[in-house]
């Protein structure tokens, strides 16, 4: 059964950083596309960073320079490490994976975990 688990979540100060993880089973994230995605109160889901197995990443542009997506292939774990938090990143976080190679229709999701950005 494929499973995804997120954690790291919490409450922060802004200009705080956070580093959320996606712990991922049933299959390996060796060769498959991986993403954070997030919904803010009141908003639909949005995607926040996408890692392609290549290596190649890609940014909401309202995150950019600020969060970044990794993974480590050996504890089949990616990752978001969020720095500079603004309020405006207040929301649900949930990790996605295609199961694939490719980075088309993301269907495995995480049951997401809560980011509160508030002074």
């Known amino acids: 059964q494929r499973q995804l688990m997120e954690s790291g979540g919490g409450s922060v100060q802004p200009g705080g950083s956070l580093r959320l993880s996606c712990k991922v089973s049933?299959?390996?994230?060796?060769?498959?596309?991986m993403g954070w995605f997030r919904q803010a109160p009141g908003k639909g889901r949005e995607g926040v960073a996408i890692?392609?197995?290549?290596?190649?990443?890609n940014y909401a542009d309202s995150v950019k320079g600020r969060f970044t997506i990794s993974k480590a292939d050996a504890k089949n774990t990616f990752y978001l490490q969020m720095n500079s938090l603004k309020p405006e990143d207040t929301g649900m976080y949930y990790c996605?994976?295609?199961?694939?190679?490719?980075?088309?229709?993301?269907?495995?999701w995480g049951q997401g975990t809560r980011v509160t950005v508030s002074s």
């Open positions: 049933g299959y390996t994230i060796r060769n498959a596309c």
């Open positions: 996605g994976g295609t199961g694939s190679w490719a980075c088309g229709n993301f269907i495995y």
């Open positions: 890692l392609e197995p290549i290596g190649t990443t």
